[in-house]
Nanobody, 120 residues
Framework: QVQLVESGGGLVQAGGSLGLSCTASGSIFSIYAMGWYRQAPGKQRELVAAISNGGGANYADFVRGRFTTSRDNAKNTVYLQMNSLKPEDTAVYYC??????????????WGQGTQVTVSS
């Protein structure tokens, strides 16, 4: 009933920038927090950034000062602007959303992921 789709991944040189977006669709009443996670081969999935429905954001220490997350509630979309990228940022990036949807249900949904590759 709810789908999340990420876009904007790709190849970039170290020190460069890349912007990601994620849009939720379906029988949505409201969205609470939205977030970004990433997973590199052989590593666990880790939190990158999270943003509340009021716009307050939290960041992992390894991206603070380089990445910025924002959201457009009217579009059910969350963004991740990534600057000063490092090779260790290479990973599949996933968005998620805490959603109140049809029938009064609440659950966290995940997108399919988008690949970000940073060359050295």
């Amino acid at each position: 009933q709810v789908q999340l789709v990420e876009s904007g991944g790709g190849l970039v040189q170290a020190g460069g920038s890349l912007g990601l977006s994620c849009t939720a669709s379906g029988s949505i009443f409201s969205i609470y927090a939205m977030g970004w996670y990433r997973q590199a081969p052989g590593k666990q999935r880790e939190l990158v950034a999270a943003i509340s429905n009021g716009g307050g954001a939290n960041y992992a220490d390894f991206v603070r000062g380089r990445f910025t997350t924002s959201r457009d509630n009217a579009k059910n979309t969350v963004y991740l602007q990534m600057n000063s990228l490092k090779p260790e940022d290479t990973a599949v990036y996933y968005c998620n959303a805490d959603v109140l949807y049809g029938g009064g249900r609440r659950a966290v949904f995940w997108g399919q992921g988008t690949q970000v590759t940073v060359s050295s």
